[in-house]
């Protein structure tokens, strides 16, 4: 425990490095950082689907893993979505040529992370962008043939490759066959119940025999609960929700304000850290049946740390940009 604590003080660190650095960046270059991260994600998503360069959702080398695909198409298309995609003012003439490509592309990482990552990033990304979507003031309409298009794309591939479920079916936990029963899941659900609404006290989780897979990872929440109780974890909870109610007001504030770019990036980079949160919360305690998505700023992961403190930075600086009282853009 105090070793994973000088870990998250390292990632502090990082993350005030990281905000200062990001703080003298131009805003129209984070904005178009989607020249440097589509690229990059559609590379290595296409070539963690070749034997010996994937690793559970992760593009690895030598064994090595580097970067999650999933997550980083996600966070390659928050930034797609919301520097390429044209404004509903400017959604005319040329522009539709980029809405259109600009969506393919959102598509294109989609379908790749569902081959590399699974089907829990597909739908996470889908709602994010349509999301972002809306925040730009798209039309209805738009959003539902975008909406249709993705979930058309999911069932064909789906059809086609049916293997790609077996990580959704394989976390279902049916009551009537118990040798079906995900055995990462149960653990957990036993480490919850253990866990109660006080808890075990912390630092006690390592006392007890019942071990839980991958507890710095994966299934960190459900160490939290049984060290902290339900009680302590409603506190997690309540800060992802803190998260989502500022970014959703920085939003609100950039429609406002006429800046609809920066409305749908805040949004965008709101709903890629609460989702995944709260998917992980949910997959954990067997209500939701979509794994493989670690909890942030919890799970242990350099690569995810990296793209959540990144994340944080840049809503932290639109925060700053929208609440001030001039409508002046930095």
Same mark, same amino acid.
């Given at each position: 425990?105090?070793?994973?604590?000088?870990?998250?003080?390292?990632?502090?660190?990082?993350?005030?490095?990281?905000?200062?650095?990001?703080?003298?960046?131009?805003?129209?270059?984070?904005?178009?950082?989607?020249? @440097?991260?589509? #690229? %990059?994600?559609?590379?290595?998503?296409? !070539? &963690?689907?070749?034997?010996?360069? =994937?690793? /559970?959702?992760?593009?690895?080398?030598?064994?090595?893993?580097?970067?999650?695909?999933?997550?980083?198409?996600?966070?390659?298309?928050?930034?797609?979505?919301?520097?390429?995609?044209?404004?509903?003012?400017?959604?005319?003439?040329?522009?539709?040529?980029?809405?259109?490509?600009?969506?393919?592309?959102?598509?294109?990482?989609?379908?790749?992370?569902?081959?590399?990552?699974?089907?829990?990033?597909?739908?996470?990304?889908?709602?994010?962008?349509?999301?972002?979507?809306?925040?730009?003031?798209?039309?209805?309409?738009?959003?539902?043939?975008?909406?249709?298009?993705?979930?058309?794309?999911?069932?064909?591939?789906?059809?086609?490759?049916?293997? @790609?479920?077996? #990580? %959704?079916?394989?976390?279902?936990?049916? !009551? &009537?066959?118990?040798?079906?029963? =995900?055995? /990462?899941?149960?653990?957990?659900?036993?480490?919850?119940?253990?866990?109660?609404?006080?808890?075990?006290?912390?630092?006690?989780?390592?006392?007890?025999?019942?071990?839980?897979?991958?507890?710095?990872?994966?299934?960190?929440?459900?160490?939290?609960?049984?060290?902290?109780?339900?009680?302590?974890?409603?506190?997690?909870?309540?800060?992802?929700?803190?998260?989502?109610?500022?970014?959703?007001?920085?939003?609100?504030?950039?429609?406002?304000?006429?800046?609809?770019?920066?409305?749908?990036?805040?949004?965008?980079?709101?709903?890629?850290?609460?989702?995944?949160?709260?998917?992980?919360?949910?997959?954990?305690?067997?209500?939701?049946?979509?794994?493989?998505?670690?909890?942030?700023?919890?799970?242990?992961?350099?690569?995810?740390?990296?793209?959540?403190?990144?994340? /944080?930075?840049?809503?932290?600086?639109?925060?700053?940009?929208?609440?001030?009282?001039?409508?002046?853009?930095?």
């Amino acid at each position: 425990h105090y070793y994973y604590f000088i870990r998250q003080l390292v990632s502090a660190g990082c993350a005030l490095a990281a905000g200062l650095l990001l703080s003298i960046v131009p805003m129209d270059y984070i904005r178009r950082a989607y020249v @440097l991260f589509v #690229p %990059v994600s559609i590379i290595i998503s296409s !070539v &963690s689907l070749f034997p010996g360069f =994937s690793d /559970s959702g992760y593009f690895a080398v030598g064994g090595y893993r580097i970067i999650h695909t999933g997550s980083f198409a996600l966070f390659a298309s928050v930034f797609l979505a919301s520097g390429y995609i044209p404004d509903s003012d400017a959604l005319g003439g040329g522009r539709i040529r980029d809405f259109v490509l600009s969506t393919l592309g959102v598509m294109v990482m989609m379908v790749l992370s569902l081959f590399s990552a699974g089907l829990s990033w597909y739908v996470i990304i889908g709602f994010t962008v349509i999301a972002m979507l809306r925040a730009k003031r798209i039309s209805y309409l738009a959003i539902a043939v975008s909406f249709a298009a993705m979930a058309a794309a999911a069932v064909v591939f789906l059809a086609i490759f049916p293997e @790609l479920m077996a #990580p %959704v079916m394989a976390s279902v936990m049916p !009551v &009537s066959d118990g040798t079906l029963y =995900s055995q /990462s899941l149960l653990r957990a659900a036993e480490a919850i119940r253990m866990g109660g609404i006080a808890g075990i006290g912390l630092g006690m989780g390592n006392t007890v025999s019942s071990p839980i897979d991958d507890q710095e990872g994966l299934f960190i929440f459900a160490s939290l609960v049984r060290e902290l109780g339900l009680s302590g974890c409603l506190f997690i909870i309540i800060f992802f929700l803190l998260v989502l109610l500022i970014g959703l007001r920085t939003a609100s504030r950039g429609a406002r304000k006429g800046d609809e770019q920066s409305a749908a990036l805040a949004i965008g980079l709101t709903l890629m850290i609460v989702l995944k949160a709260f998917m992980n919360m949910l997959y954990v305690t067997g209500i939701l049946p979509l794994p493989g998505i670690l909890l942030p700023f919890f799970s242990y992961s350099l690569s995810e740390e990296a793209m959540n403190i990144i994340a /944080s930075c840049i809503l932290y600086r639109l925060i700053y940009i929208l609440g001030r009282r001039d409508n002046a853009k930095a």
